[in-house]
């Protein structure tokens, strides 16, 4: 019970109290059958009333006799409080022990975090930014607010502050959005910008294509991305990882190199194109070779290494002479 709460129940106790003894309690030997006290009580209005106290033949229950605690929160009203309000309206109850009592919840609804967010990223896309590629982060605990039940859950940012540089904001949210409001809170956080890549579904290991089919798009913070970072399929088309890579992770340009079009071991066709003739012999690849890239093969008559160009899978051409 909060200290404000308890002084408006001690106020109206006092009041409604004239002519009980403030010593110890009046005792009834035989309680009413009439007036019965309930166990607990859980109010949904700003006002506890007769009958969410007792049970029975009560004139009129619904009788304001005190104000209910905040949304979320409960007070217990003692047997004095309760034997004062019985008094007053005339009741045949009076408690038969000091330990008669009630506690009174307040019944209330919880706007979560992610309502909050979504707030917040609302007011950040009425300054410019994206809502589709924003990440929000609260700083310290996640924030949540308290309504009344019958209240309407909806939010507004009242106020925001946002740097730009650093993506930290700080934005004052109140509930509900239309109307005046009934809580107000202050959140503060991290806005942080995404980027969406692909990404290997499962680990790709050195020297294989990458294929559309073995990708999937995913949005990553933008710091976590860097600059040289792949964006589209088409900057993975004919090329292949240089080394082994994991899944989930950006790919990046210098993780590709160039498909091999040559494969190390292989037989390929070696073209000799001259101003004077043009002739092909059969050599042998001692290296992986990318189309364009420069390998060496081995003659597979006379043994003599060569230097070719990749010309396409299983042909190269001479690059010097021999």
């Known amino acids: 019970m909060t200290k404000r709460f308890a002084a408006a129940i001690l106020i109206v106790a006092t009041a409604l109290a004239a002519g009980l003894s403030a010593q110890r309690p009046v005792l009834a030997d035989d309680t009413d059958a009439a007036i019965v006290l309930r166990p607990t009580a859980t109010v949904s209005d700003n006002v506890i009333r007769l009958g969410d106290l007792f049970v029975g033949t009560l004139g009129n229950p619904e ?21 004062a309000i019985a008094k007053i309206h005339a009741l045949p109850w009076k408690p038969t022990t000091a330990l008669d009592r009630i506690e009174v919840a307040r019944a209330s609804r919880i706007v979560d975090s992610s309502a909050i967010k979504a707030a917040v990223i609302v007011a950040l896309s009425e300054n410019g930014a994206d809502p589709d590629r924003l990440e929000i982060v609260f700083s310290g605990v996640y924030p949540s607010l308290t309504l009344p039940a019958e209240a309407d859950p909806t939010l507004r ?34 806005a942080f910008e995404l980027v969406e890549v692909p990404v290997l579904q499962r680990r790709q290991p050195a020297g294989k294509a990458i294929a559309e089919e073995d990708l999937e798009w995913v949005r990553l913070r933008a710091e976590r991305v860097g600059p040289n970072a792949i964006t589209t399929v088409e900057e993975l088309t004919g090329r292949s990882s240089r080394r082994p890579l994991r899944a989930g992770e950006p790919i990046r340009t210098t993780d590709l190199r160039e498909t091999f079009a040559v494969a190390k071991g292989s037989l390929v066709v070696v073209v000799l194109q001259t101003s004077a003739m043009a002739a092909t012999v059969q050599a042998k690849a001692l290296e992986n070779g990318a189309i364009g890239e420069t390998i060496r093969v081995a003659n597979t008559k006379s043994n003599r290494v060569l230097n070719v160009t990749v010309i396409d899978a299983g042909t190269v051409s001479v690059t010097a002479n021999f």
């Open 63 to 83: 009788t304001p006799v005190a104000k209910a605690p905040p949304p979320g929160t409960s007070a217990v009203l003692d047997y004095r409080f309760l034997a």
């Open 157 to 190: 940012v009242e106020r925001l502050g946002f740097d730009e540089r650093t993506g930290r904001f700080t934005a004052v949210v109140v509930a509900p959005s239309q109307g005046t409001p009934l809580v107000k809170q202050v959140v503060a956080g991290e």
